[in-house]
């Protein structure tokens, strides 16, 4: 082979090798990225049945209900608009608490209620979810507890 | 008054700042002596009223003086005194004065520790950091003063977040920032180099050490912040890919690629303008981390409230500095052009790769942090990116990359005998694939591929780092110089926290379990029995203390006290892990809340080797300090002759 030669067997080996790379880079990203959905596109049908999701809104007051004794937890979360059912088993985190924002990683069941694997919630008392924050933002909320839960430091 | 005096302190620092920025800088490119002179006390000056500055905003934390919004916002009269001194910097404005106090000390150190080096060299090196001092005092002042007075003064602060008062509050910022903000000297050099037009294998050997020390700081730093998540933070998760983590990450990754990189430059004069392109590309990693954490356009454990203003100043910074320093690159590379040759196997071969791996994971890193800031721009929606796609992608460039670290430490320069070679590993090789696949078995009764190939990797690179002081020891083999201890104690460490992590990965156990005291658990072989609660009363907290006692086999191993913890101030509730240490593994329990009917929820694990993780951290570290304490660095005087007459000449 000509010097020519080698340099464009070279120029296509790395061209092929990075695309495949890419390729199998963005599936890998696009497998494992979750979207966001509020209480709303779930009830809509905009949030995927076949795939995990990530379900955030406000918790709301009353609803939380848990048999004595057991990890089992269900309990509805609102974005002021629409309300679905969460049901999770397992340590809820420390600031969960009725009325207050949380996000849950979790799949829809057929029966509309949401499974979650894992629920986060803020970690400190002025924080809030940027996510949850802009939805109600969206959706208006007038007298909402959440207008005085994003602190503005300016 | 005191924090008026911090404020001006601050206004004085950035005005020296503007100075030290221009002057050394026109008086380097003019050949000016009395302006290069300004650049060495120009860089103390700025460091002290900086100093001064931090020392205002501690003392207003240490009176109370509530009158200062910040200080409101993060203390309370009842916070003991040493989290009141860590709280300086445990929110938005004060941890970028810290920021800019660790930059005043580094610029301050090259002051200091440039004797050796050319005076104009050194003067350019002040002024690029003096750019960056620029930016962010510009940042603190327009944006985050941390010496806002609020009126009217409240009685009593709102405290510091609960999740933040604990010991390491104080230690992993600190150690974190001389890291990040370390890599600001390599930088430096890089664009000083450039800018002059000259550079040699002497500019490598100068900028070796401190980014050494730059790197060394940043790994201490980003262990220290695994730890602290595991025991306070993360239900005993110790890395959660999340994106301020990934901020400090990024910057390791590339951090050490121009570690080895720079070895390759010094020893051989190769590489050049890749050297130059990875100090390039660490600050702006470190920037780009600090634009992450303190804009909060990310979801993250660590994302203070969020301010467009501040977002779009550090973004602006961003773009200038990067922008500006590709662009003097894209001249000055094309006449770097080296004549020295290498044949394809060799240490240089070895390097290379290990650095292009180094950047191609930073780059997967990379794309999975940013991923959601470009969806949410295009309004695509919201998304986040799961730890899965890391977990997944990372090892595509870290497998190649830690089998080759074995072999790669072994090659010698310039060209390297691969049968030799062979010869010289295959027993310690045939031994790391044996042992890892047979070990974990033998222990855990069980072991995926995935975990042997961990497991062999982890103990091939940690045989391959003990083969020469072996010899060493039975009174053979060749003579080890310091840098040859600084590498082989890298390495050591480095195996040694892939096993911990692999073997943590593979085999820890979790359960949620509802219990009332009088039940038992067994997990792993151990029986968790809970015994009782118990009411405790902190300084400023009150909390309810789980008692379990741990046996195993029938015999009382210990007993484990977490503790759910509500602080008088902020009132919610803190969950305190009881964990017991070990090297062969911890066993760890957190209180989660109350069931009803007596019984609590509770996370019980079992996690093997998990203290391996950060032990290869510090080891890592260790080598990275007997790199920097090599006299080769040290030769003042002949250094000193030898560059003078370079510059002399140039």
Known sequence: ?154 | MIPEFGHIALVIALCIAVLQSVLPMVGAQRGNVAWIATGRPLAHAQFLFLAISFGCLMAAFLQNDFSVEYVAKNSNTALPTMFKVAAVWGAHEGSLLLWSVTLGLWTSGVAVFSKSLPNAMVSRVLAVMGVIAVGFMLFILLTSNPFDRLFPAPFDGADLNPLLQDPALIIHPPMLYMGYVGFSVPFGFAIAAMLAGNLDQQWARWTRPWTATAWLFLTMGIALGSWWAYYELGWGGWWFWDPVENAAFMPWLVGTGLMHSLAVTEKRGLFKSWTLLMAIAAFSLSLLGTFLVRSGVLVSVHAFAADPARGLFILIFLGIVIGTSLTLYAYRASSLETQVGFTHFSRETFILLNSILLVIAAGVVLLGTLGPLVFGALDLGSVSVGPQYFELVFLFPMLPLLLAVGVGMHTAWRSANPRELFRRLRWPALGALVAGMFVPWLVFGSVSLLTALGVTIGLWTVIASLIDPAKKLRGKGPRITRSMVAMQLAHLGLGLTVLGITVTSAYTVVTDEGMKPGETVDIAGYTFRFEETLPVSGPNYEAIQGVFTVSRNGAELTQLRPEKRVYRVQTSPMTEAGIKAGWGRDLFIALGEQLGRGAWSVRIQYKPLIRFIWFGCIVMAIGGLVGISDPRYRQRARAKAAADGVTATA
């Open chain 1, 1 to 154: 082979m000509t010097p020519r030669r080698q340099r464009m067997l070279a120029v296509v080996v790395i061209f092929v090798g990075v695309s495949i790379a890419a390729t199998l880079l963005l599936r890998a990203l696009d497998m494992n990225t979750m979207y966001f959905f509020g209480p709303e596109e779930v009830l809509t049908g905009k949030a995927p049945l076949d795939k995990p999701f990530r379900l955030g809104g406000l918790v709301v007051n009353g609803s939380f209900k848990r048999e004595p004794g057991s990890l089992e937890a269900t309990f509805e979360v609102t974005d002021n608009v629409a309300r679905v059912t969460v049901s999770y088993t397992g340590v809820l985190p420390d600031l969960f608490t009725e009325g207050q924002g949380m996000v849950a990683n979790g799949r829809l069941r057929e029966d509309g209620v949401f499974v979650a694997a894992e629920v986060l919630a803020k970690h400190d008392e002025n924080y809030m979810s940027p996510e949850i924050a802009k939805m109600l933002d969206k959706k208006g909320h007038p007298g909402s507890p959440m207008d005085t839960l994003v602190e503005d430091p300016t």
